[in-house]
Structure formats: structure tokens, C-alpha cells
């Protein structure tokens, strides 16, 4: 516990806490482009007909070791888990899609059935902090079930592309795009690559060498600038996918071609996660430094029977929003399609306004719902009142004073324009703020 004592005197001061580290608040400065970035999601999902779904933030432990795979960084070291106290492990999910099929097989939303899902909540992974890299952090996810073909594949990779269009970073973003071929494919790969670095085992890493015995395929993700060479020159899963996997890949391009979708083939690109088999993508940028994934994932035919449903294709992505909203505070003018906290600001003016003037604004409110109207509280003269106002980010403040009470009037200030005061009454000014307002949007 990081709190303690200190005697100042005879007063005795708490230490203040601090958040868990790479854990972050979201202060009332950075909520509007959260909100604008999560508006923008649920329109463009809403616009492909996915349904939304919100599972616990806790899961059994054994969901994650069965899913995203025992050798793998999450799993290995990255997991918050702890025994409860009826002595059940337990984990604060690393991701949203052993969540999302854990749930589905429960409430029979599988089987026979295709489905189109998507959520948004905080994950947890016990990774170091940097730009772009925190321990709790929030994904946007999409899930799809039952649907085999690789058109769902490219639906998929077209609503993230329509994404970052709406977004206004289209122009900064890369996508990577690879092919894993089925599980049977990928185990004599597995042991190809195993010989070939089996040849070259003084060239790799200590991780490397341990991998080789686990999960030789992510020795292919390593960042090592060492082994760059090494890496290059390993044999490419391409060269040893089934036939079904290629013509699926192959489809998959043509679609995205006729979509206008440029993409890159990685063939080093394998994720960190074990579930994947035939499409692996990954959108990357070179604007967030070291942390330049903003959106990956790929298909997980074998994920929902290893689970204990019955065999179902699968294919889904999730995105990190903070690093979405790291792309966003680069965009020009990004403020101007930010939504103010305070659109109409009430000042009131003495004791009858400050009476009259609650019960005005709460009418006000449900005459003009979508306009977001703020009351001066705590009194002051009229000097200070305006300046609240204004720091308030509102467009227009509204004066009442015992005169305005008294003639059922009210005084209209433009706090962003040069324009003049207008004395109004209550019905003029339903009609002259719908009107005022809607120019800003
Ligand atoms: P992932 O690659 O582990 O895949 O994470 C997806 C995205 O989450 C990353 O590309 C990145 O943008 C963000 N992310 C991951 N870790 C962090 C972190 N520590 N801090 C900030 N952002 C982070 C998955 O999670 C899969 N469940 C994706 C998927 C869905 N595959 C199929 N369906």
C-alpha cells in the first residue's frame, strides 16, 4: 500500500494516491475526442449490421491458457491473475475473443448460426508502459461466426479501412496481410523451420532458443535487429500452404482489389496469439513510433470447438483505441468536429433570478433535449458570471435578472461572435436557439 503519514505540525497530511501504473484517467480534456472516436465507431459497425456484445471484464484462467496459447508473452508473463476467495483462478482479460466465443457457446449463439458481433471495453496486460503500450488499455473489437469464405474476411478489413476514412488517417495507415494456412499445413512448417534454425541456433536470441522447442513460428515476429538476416532467409509459410488456404488468400485479394484496398504481404506476419489459421492481418503506422499497430487480427476457424462448442469459422480484429486517439490528436483540425461540453451557459442576476432561473433552465431542457445547457451556481456578480460562461466553451450565455424574470423575458449574450445582445421571450427564444445552435453543429 503506497499510502502513508506525514506530521506537518500538529495537522497530519495523507499522502496522495496514484494511479497503477500504465494505468490511465481520462480527464474531462480528453473525453471529447473519446467520444467522438467511440460515436464513430458504433456508426460505422451500425452501418455493417454488427450487433454489440459486453461480456465481464473477469474470466476463469484457463480460458486464456486454452485459447491465446500457453507459450505465448500474454500468458507466459503478461496476465493479471489472482486466486479469489473461493479459491478459483482468475484473470482480468488480456483481450475480448476467448471472452466473445467463451460467451457465445454458453448462450448458444453459435451454433448454426452466423453472427456478427462487436465490443468495447478495457483489457488488462502486465506489459512495460510506453507511448501506445499501457497495462489497462481499451480495444474496439469485431467478431464474426459461421462464416467461411474469405468475403467476411475482406468485410472485415473493408469496415476497419472505412474506419480509418471517417477517422481522417486513412492516408497514414498500412495494411499488412499473410496467410497462416490451415493447422495441418502449419505443423509441417513448424518442423521445416525448426531444422532450418536448428542449423543457424547460434544466431538466435536466448528468447529465440526457447521458442524453438515452443513455438518456433513466433521466432519470425522477432524485433531482433540481430537476426533480421537469419530471419529473412528462413523458408516462408507461403511456399507450404494447402491448396484451400492459398485459393482463400488468393480471394481475399481479388476482393480487396476490387475494393480498392491496397495491402502489403508480410510473410513474417504470424501474431502473438496462437488461435489464428489462414488470413493474419495487421494495420501499422509509422507515426506512433514502436508501438505502430493500431488494428490487427485475422481468421480462428479451430478457436470455438478447442473451446468446447461445436466447430464453427470464425474471423474477428481489435483495435487499441488509445493508440486510435493517438492518430487522431494529429489530425488537422480535429477540434472543430469535437462536441463542447456547454453549448447555452445561464447567468442569473439576483435572488428572484437565481430562484426563477432553475426552474427556466430544467424547462429548457426538455423543450430543446439535445441542447447541453449549464447553470450558473454559487451567485457572484455579473463580471464573473460571464467569464464562467465563457470558460465554460459555451456559444451562448443566457442573463437573468430581476427585470428579465419580471417582464417573462430573457437577454441572449453571442460569446463566440460579434454580434449584439437580443432581449427575448421564452418562445423566441426556443426558435432563435435551434437556430443559432444548429450552425454549430
Ligand atoms: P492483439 O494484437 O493482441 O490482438 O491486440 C489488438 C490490438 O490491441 C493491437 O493491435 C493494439 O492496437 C492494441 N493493444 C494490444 N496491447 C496493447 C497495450 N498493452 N496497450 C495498448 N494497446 C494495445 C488481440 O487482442 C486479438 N483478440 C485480436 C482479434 C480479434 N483477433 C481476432 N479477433
Excluded at 191 to 210: A, K, M
Aim: hydrophobic fraction near 35%; include cysteine.
Amino acid at each position: 500500500m503506497r499510502v502513508y503519514f506525514t506530521a506537518i505540525g500538529k495537522s497530519i497530511l495523507a499522502k496522495a494516491f496514484q494511479a497503477v501504473k500504465g494505468m490511465n484517467d481520462c480527464l474531462p480534456s480528453d473525453s471529447p475526442l473519446w467520444q467522438y472516436l467511440e460515436q464513430t465507431l458504433r456508426q460505422v459497425v451500425a452501418s455493417y449490421g454488427y450487433s454489440e456484445i459486453r461480456m465481464p471484464v473477469l474470466e476463469s484462467t484457463q480460458l486464456f491458457c486454452r485459447s491465446i496459447g500457453e507459450v505465448t508473452d500474454i500468458v507466459e508473463k503478461e496476465m493479471y491473475t489472482f486466486v479469489d476467495r473461493g479459491e478459483d483462478s482468475l484473470t482480468l482479460r488480456p483481450e475480448g475473443t476467448a471472452s466473445c466465443v467463451r460467451a457465445g457457446i454458453e448462450h448458444g449463439l453459435l451454433y448454426n448460426q452466423q453472427q456478427r458481433l462487436w465490443y468495447m471495453g478495457p483489457m488488462f496486460r502486465r506489459e512495460r508502459p510506453q507511448k501506445g503500450r499501457y497495462r489497462q488499455f481499451y480495444q474496439f473489437g469485431a467478431e464474426t461466426f459461421g462464416l467461411q469464405g474469405p468475403d467476411i474476411d475482406a468485410e472485415l478489413i473493408a469496415l476497419s479501412a472505412r474506419l480509418w476514412q471517417e477517422l481522417g488517417f486513412a492516408d497514414q495507415v498500412e495494411l499488412q496481410l499473410n496467410s497462416l494456412g490451415s493447422n495441418q499445413a502449419r505443423e509441417s512448417y513448424k518442423q521445416i523451420l525448426v531444422d532450418y534454425f536448428q542449423q543457424n541456433i547460434d544466431q538466435l536470441d536466448e528468447d529465440s532458443q526457447r521458442r524453438l522447442g515452443s513455438n518456433p513460428l513466433r521466432i519470425l515476429d522477432s524485433k531482433n535487429p540481430a537476426m533480421v538476416e537469419l530471419i529473412a532467409g528462413a523458408p516462408k509459410l507461403q511456399q507450404h500452404l494447402d491448396q484451400e488456404s492459398k485459393d482463400h488468400f488468393e480471394q481475399l485479394c481479388a476482393k480487396l482489389d476490387s475494393l480498392g484496398i491496397s495491402y502489403v504481404v508480410n510473410p513474417t506476419l504470424v501474431r502473438g496469439l496462437d488461435y489464428y489459421n489462414r488470413t493474419v492481418f495487421e494495420w501499422v503506422t509509422s507515426s506512433l513510433g514502436a508501438q505502430g499497430t493500431i488494428c490487427a487480427g485475422g481468421r480462428y476457424d479451430g478457436l470455438v470447438e478447442q473451446l468446447g462448442g461445436q466447430s464453427t469459422p470464425a474471423c474477428g480484429f481489435a483495435m487499441g483505441l488509445e493508440r486510435i486517439v493517438l492518430m487522431l490528436e494529429q489530425v488537422d483540425n480535429i477540434q472543430t468536429k469535437l462536441s463542447p461540453q456547454v453549448d447555452v451557459y445561464v447567468c442569473m442576476l439576483g435572488e428572484l433570478a437565481e430562484k426563477e432561473g432553475f426552474i427556466f433552465s430544467e424547462d429548457l431542457r426538455s423543450k430543446l433535449p439535445e441542447v447541453r445547457i449549464q447553470n450558473h451556481c454559487g451567485g457572484g456578480n455579473f463580471k464573473k458570471q460571464l467569464k464562467r460562461a465563457d470558460k465554460s466553451g459555451a456559444q451562448i450565455a443566457l442573463i437573468l435578472g430581476e427585470n428579465e424574470i419580471k417582464e417573462s423575458k430573457v437577454a441572449l449574450k453571442f460569446l463566440r461572435e460579434n454580434k449584439e445582445q437580443l432581449l427575448l421571450s421564452h418562445e423566441d427564444l426556443i426558435a432563435t436557439l435551434n437556430k443559432v445552435l444548429s450552425k454549430y453543429g
